[in-house]
Every structure is written in structure tokens, then in C-alpha cells.
């Protein structure tokens, strides 16, 4: 089964960056980047529940539109921690210690990246166990 990556972030070049690295890391995958929070919502409620691959959600915190924060809690009341196919990991460059912090207490958070989403935390992220909560690289 290939893994199905969901990158939400308001800057474009930051997704381009983050799906060309994804690619050298995990070549068998798909990709989809959102710069518009609510369509990656509604992309995310049609998508989660076909379990035809495990889906790898990346939020970054600070967006002008919808913070990473109200991205997390519109997810929150559609993904549950149950759902073992879908991993949803805060990716910011966000250094608000109380922010990470609030983005951590959601119980869907699997962890944090910083940015920028290297091929090597995309393959440290592959190696570390789904079903454990709150890794951080």
C-alpha cells in the first residue's frame, strides 16, 4: 500500500519543496498540497474513510486564513487517534513554544516537524511506529 500525503500550508514554495523531497523519499507515494485550508478539509472528510492507503496529513500552524490550530480541531471532529491509517503531524517553522504546545494536545497530533521537510525526516517519519503518539524530529 503507498502512502498518501496531505501537505496544508499557505506557501506554495514550501509544498513544492516538501513534494519533491517526499518523492525522493518515498517514490511510491502520493502527493496532494493544499494552500487553502478548508479545501483540504473537505478533501480530508471525502478522502479518510476509503482506508485504500495510510494517509500522512502535514499542518503548518501559522497560516493568514485558518491557523494550523483551527485546521486541527475542524480535523478533530471527523479523524479520531482509532483511525490507524491516518497520521497527522504539525510541520511549522513555528518557534511559539505555546503554540507547538496547543498543537500537541490535540490527541489526532502524532507529532512535530520543523521545517523544512527534509528527505531525512520524511524517512525518519516512515520509520517510526504509527500506532505511537507524539514523536518529534
Known amino acids: 500500500m503507498k502512502n498518501h500525503y496531505i501537505i496544508i500550508d499557505d506557501e506554495s514554495l514550501h509544498n513544492l519543496i516538501c513534494e519533491v ?16 485550508p478548508p479545501e483540504a478539509i473537505s478533501y480530508l472528510r471525502k478522502e479518510y474513510r476509503k482506508k485504500s492507503a495510510e ?11 485558518m491557523d494550523g490550530i483551527e485546521v486541527l480541531e475542524e480535523l478533530s471532529t471527523f479523524i479520531h487517534p482509532g483511525f ?11 518557534i511559539e513554544e505555546e503554540l507547538i504546545e496547543q498543537a500537541k494536545s490535540f490527541p489526532l497530533v502524532r507529532g512535530f516537524i520543523e521545517k523544512p521537510l527534509t528527505t531525512e525526516k520524511i524517512e525518519e517519519l516512515l520509520t517510526w511506529d504509527f500506532h505511537s503518539s507524539h514523536s518529534e524530529t
Open 21 to 36: 523531497n517526499i518523492k525522493k523519499a518515498d517514490s511510491n507515494s502520493k502527493t496532494i498540497s493544499f494552500t487553502y
Open 55 to 65: 494517509m500522512i496529513v502535514l499542518v503548518d500552524l501559522v497560516m493568514p486564513e
Open 84 to 94: 490507524d491509517h491516518i497520521h497527522v503531524y504539525v510541520l511549522s517553522s513555528s
